[in-house]
């Protein structure tokens, strides 16, 4: 079993930056990409990134494309998202989670979160003045 543990989340004010980290642990062999995706309140959860563990195409959302970025540190297992210039609709709940069938080839399947096997169990962005 595969486990993701997210951390980074916090309040900040518009326009300012967070990074979050997802690091795997248990069976880390197990997983060809980790996404990351997001849920806010009373909506659906909207896949936002991901990047594949071969060989590190990543994939954005438009709606964060230019302002967030994914990583990766194979050795480290762990996978990183940058966000910067973060606006009051990026609040979210904010969700890592791993693929486990094969690199996904285009952003459709990328941000699906139904494509995904394993979850983490969140941590909280707050944008707000």
């Known amino acids: 079993?595969?486990?993701?543990?997210?951390?980074?989340?916090?309040?900040?004010q518009p326009g300012e930056s967070?990074?979050?980290s997802c690091v795997a642990s248990g069976?880390?062999?197990?997983?060809?990409?980790?996404?990351?995706?997001r849920q806010a309140p009373g909506k659906d959860r909207e896949g936002i990134s991901c990047i594949n563990r071969s060989d590190g195409s990543t994939y954005y959302a438009d709606s964060v494309k230019g302002r967030f970025t994914i990583s990766s540190d194979n050795a480290k297992n762990t996978v990183y998202l940058q966000m910067n210039s973060l606006k009051p609709e990026d609040t979210a709940v904010y969700y890592c989670a791993a693929r486990r069938w094969g690199?996904?080839?285009?952003?459709a399947v990328a941000t699906n979160p139904?494509?995904?096997?394993?979850?983490?169990?969140?941590?909280?962005?707050?944008v707000s003045s």
């Not at 690199?103 to 952003?107: A, E, K, T």
Request: glycine residues 14%.
């Open 114 to 126: 139904y494509e995904y096997d394993y979850w983490g169990q969140g941590t909280q962005v707050t």
């Open 18 to 20: 967070l990074r979050l």
């Open 1 to 12: 079993q595969l486990q993701l543990v997210e951390s980074g989340g916090g309040l900040v």
């Open 27 to 37: 069976f880390t062999f197990d997983y060809y990409a980790i996404g990351w995706f």
């Open 103 to 107: 690199n996904p080839d285009n952003v």
